[in-house]
Each structure stands twice: as C-alpha cells, then as structure tokens.
C-alpha cells in the first residue's frame, strides 16, 4: 500500500505523543485501491488497559464516514500503537480480527520504543488464512 | 419496508461489491435475513448460532447501535438508513473480551 510522507508523518506522531498509551485512528482511501490518502485520528476507547489495548468506537468510524463521504474517501483500514511492543500484530490483534468483519482491511502497526522512534508496518487480514499477511508500505515523497 | 444498507468493505464481495444495497424488511433480523435471501453468507458473518449479533459487529439505525433500542428485533421502517459497522480492537496486550 502506499501512503503521502505527511499523512504518515501524522501517523507517527500521533502514535508517539499518545506514549506510553496506545493510539488508534483510520485510514481513508478509494474502494479498492491500496493507496491511503489521509488519516483520522480517532480516541482510544479502551477504558481498562489503554497501554496495552485499543477500541475504535463504530459511532466514529461512523462520523469520520460522514466527513469524508463527499471526498470520494472511506475507510480502508486502521492503524494502531503497540509502545514498547513489536511493531507487528498481536495474537490479540489476530484473534479480534478473526472473530470481527476483517477481510482484506489494511491494519499498520506502529511500534513506539521509548516514546521516541515510531516504526510503521502494513498487514491485511485474510479470512482463509485467519491471519495478518505482511503488506509492503511505500511512503511516497 | 424498504430500508438502505450501507455496506462495509469486508463484505461488499458477499454482494457483488456494492456499498450500498436496497431491502425490504420490517425489522434487523428480517434484514439480515433478506440480506442472506439475496447474497448468501451475511447471516453468518453477522449473527452467532443463537441468532445473536456477534461481538464485534455493530449494527446502526439512523445513528442508533441497535444495541441500544431492542436488538434484532429492532424494528424498521421506510426509508430508514441501515449501517454494518465493524467494531474494531486490538493491541500489545492479552486477549479479554
């Protein structure tokens, strides 16, 4: 997938100011193409353990929806912090998406060490597989 | 009643790639039903063997989670606006629902 360097760079910065908590947000682009033309970032509703779990609220998945509508744009994925965590997904990432609506949804992970360097990486979930597969990441110039 | 269903990516290929389909139902549980009549495999993308929705779907009437008016049984009417919405969660940390 690819994704404008100022969009990305929003990414991460959002993923190292919400240090040591994890942040949350989505990516909208054009059905069907692998390309992400802006990000949204959207609260971490995890009440109990926000250093180590996030929850997209569907209420604003659902108002981001709205804004963008007129822009040709929609929710073509998600991304999400793990602070002082590996910058892949989770057995618990895995195990929601297998039970959720994830087919084919581009996730990046963002990896925080220290609160300083962000590391991004891109998965799509594939149903068949119940299973995160590797998505290359091209940040454009 | 004929209700529009806004459809989420993960599922357009159940109906044939649209966003957006037209049903006629008089309540949530007779669209998911109308849902499956036209495009076979919504029921149980959407509904647990009970018949319940399943934890990490979400299912919107005019901007209300059907969660919070009667559930399935959520009546319908002409016109209303219908949204499939994944609930979407994760992270570094162990599994809890």
């Known amino acids: 997938m690819k994704m404008p360097r100022e969009q990305a760079e929003a ?3 959002h993923a190292r100011d919400g240090y040591p908590f994890e942040v949350c947000g989505v990516l909208l682009g054009r059905a069907g193409e692998r390309r ?26 659902l108002r981001v929806q709205r804004e963008c509508r007129g822009q040709g744009l929609e929710i073509v994925g998600y991304y999400h912090s793990h602070p002082d965590h590996p910058a892949r997904p989770s057995e618990t990432d895995r195990r929601i998406a297998a039970e959720g609506l ?12 220290g609160g300083t ?10 149903d068949g597989a119940q299973a995160f597969e590797p998505e290359p990441l091209e940040i454009d110039a | 009643m004929a209700v529009k269903v806004q459809i989420p990516g993960p599922l357009r290929a159940l109906a044939g790639g649209a966003a957006e389909v037209q049903v006629e139902a008089a ?5 998911v039903d109308a849902l499956q009549a036209k495009h076979a495999g919504f029921r149980e ?27 399935e049984r959520t009546p319908l009417k002409d016109g209303d606006v219908v949204a499939i919405v994944p609930a979407i969660a994760g992270g570094a940390g162990v599994h809890v629902i």
């Open chain 2, 27 to 31: 309540s949530v549980r007779a669209l």
């Open chain 1, 102 to 113: 994830s087919d084919g949804v581009i996730h990046v992970v963002v990896g925080v060490a």
């Open chain 2, 45 to 71: 993308r959407l509904l647990d063997e009970s018949g319940t929705l399943k934890a990490y779907v979400r299912i919107f009437v005019n901007d209300d989670d059907v969660r919070t008016l009667e559930g």
């Open chain 1, 117 to 126: 360097e962000a590391t991004p990486t891109a998965w799509v979930f594939r």
């Open chain 1, 36 to 61: 992400v033309e802006r990000i949204a970032r959207v609260a971490n509703r995890e009440q109990e353990s926000p250093r180590v779990r996030y929850a997209i609220a569907p209420e604003d998945q």
């Open chain 1, 11 to 13: 990414m991460l910065a």
